[in-house]
């Protein structure tokens, strides 16, 4: 054992550090040092470190803290729309436009033409209501904020009537009976878990009824032997007892997307035109935009919304206002969406286009791949996620690494997460796919594989 008197000083490290204190600042380098300098007392070696030994071992923890966890990955989990990973990848447009309201003041809430202050809702009001047909609209931070306020204005202090099917949970163990709990409504469940028929929601109406709610089940499916009462006959039966309904679409769309391919869901401007009071949705699944809750109807309840003291509390700011108002008006050219929106293009990729680049990439990652795993394009299915189309897959193709033993798998999974760019796919029957549905930059890809922190 090396005599630790012999490590170099603190002060003398610094020496040799002027960049690393130029980019991280002194405390922070100096702080480094030393985690190093503890680090070598602790292990006691044979050899002591230079001074310039210690300093480039403090420049890679200080490289590895700086690292965002928020760090950009590669998202092969075959899911497009991964909570876990986000939802939605934003439309350069977006992206832009949430920049530009980083970088100077906006006029947020603030008339140009009265030099009065004004609504911050007001950047999206009209988009929106061309875009669903609706009177009016507001928008708070996501969707469950959105059910949560329009809940609390309608019916606080007095019942909701809700088909016992359409009592959801959503991510997070968060369930509409404890949403409607905290927004002070009573919950008055109709019908069974597979069946609710018109006279149950009229049996259940009465004068201490304050809305009707429609909850649609975006995020399961009950099949077989089943009833529910559609919108439009709900809002005759709830206009008739002089109450207005509530229609939460969840993840919500605002093009019919059987056009791309996919399987159809109600549209918000369809659940507005049947007559519903409010539609609720979400921004950043289906939509393809960043999180938010929209609440579009009836102009009177519209405002009585923005009068509640929860508002201000539930608020978006000037970031999503910005990318959601880019989002909205990508819709107005339906002919280029596509094109231009991240998450309709990924779930429109036709698989043929999926299956020529995993070929491609397939001889290209072999040599990266560590010894004894192997590589082979394999057909497979991608899902839409966020609770949208539970039952619907679509077609894609997968890079499949088997690995000769299966305690290796888990750490080429390890592996693969430790890269400068995290690779996250799914393991399934005992090998890693990598679903190639949201993989975009092909180059990319194989030089953070290939890159001196990369598989090679």
């Not at 009265?114 to 928008?139: I, W």
């Not at 429109?348 to 192997?374: K, Q, S």
Request: hydrophobic share 45%; with cysteine.
């Amino acid at each position: 054992m090396a005599d630790l008197r012999g490590l170099p000083a603190v002060d003398r490290v610094l020496a040799h550090a002027a960049a690393l204190v130029e980019r991280h600042g002194r405390v922070a380098t100096t702080d480094a040092i030393r985690a190093e300098l503890a680090e070598v007392r602790a292990a006691a070696p044979a050899t002591l470190p230079t001074a310039e030994d210690v300093a480039a071992r403090a420049a890679a923890r200080l490289e590895t803290s700086a690292l965002s966890n928020l760090r950009p990955l590669f998202n092969l989990t075959g899911t497009v729309l991964h909570t876990n990973l986000g939802r939605a990848v934003l439309a350069e447009a977006a992206i832009e436009a949430a920049t530009a309201a980083m970088r100077e003041a906006v006029a947020l809430e603030f008339d140009l033409e009265t030099g009065k202050r004004g609504e911050r809702d007001d950047h999206l009001r009209a988009l929106l209501r061309e875009l669903t047909g609706a009177e009016d609209a507001t928008l708070v931070n996501n969707n469950a904020a959105a059910v949560l306020i329009a809940l609390n204005t309608l019916g606080a202090g007095r019942e909701a009537v809700v088909s016992r099917g359409e009592l959801i949970e959503i991510g997070g163990a968060f369930r509409m009976p404890d949403i409607m709990a905290r927004a002070g409504v009573t919950l008055v469940e109709v019908g069974t878990t597979n069946r609710t028929h018109p006279k149950d929601y009229k049996a259940a109406l009465g004068s201490e009824t304050g809305l009707v709610l429609k909850v649609h089940t975006s995020n399961y499916r009950i099949q077989g032997f089943t009833k529910e009462v559609g919108g439009a006959e709900l809002a005759g039966i709830a206009h008739a007892a002089g109450v207005p309904l509530l229609n939460d679409l969840g993840s919500g769309t605002l093009v019919d997307l059987a056009a791309y391919g996919l399987a159809r869901e109600p549209t918000v401007r369809e659940a507005v035109a049947e007559g519903a009071d409010l539609v609720t949705f979400s921004g950043d699944k289906l939509l393809g935009g960043p999180q938010a809750g929209f609440i579009v109807g009836r102009r009177d309840l519209i405002a009585a919304i923005n009068r509640n003291p929860m508002k201000r509390a539930l608020r978006v700011d000037k970031l999503r206002l910005a990318a959601l108002e880019a989002t909205l008006r990508l819709y107005r050219d339906p002919d280029r969406l596509a094109a231009r929106l991240p998450t309709i293009g990924l779930l429109a990729r036709p698989a043929a286009e999926i299956e020529a680049m995993a070929h491609r990439l397939v001889p290209a990652i072999a040599p990266l791949l560590p010894e004894g795993v192997t590589a082979e394009v394999v057909p497979c299915l991608s899902q839409i996620g966020s609770g949208a189309l539970p039952l619907d897959t679509l077609p894609s193709f997968a890079l499949r690494l088997a690995t000769p033993r299966g305690r290796d798998l888990e750490a080429l999974v390890s592996r693969l997460r430790a890269l400068p760019r995290p690779v996250i796919g799914r393991v399934q029957d005992g090998a890693l796919m990598l679903d190639l549905r949201c993989l975009t930059d092909e180059t990319g890809f194989l030089a953070n594989l290939a890159g001196p922190d990369g598989l090679a």
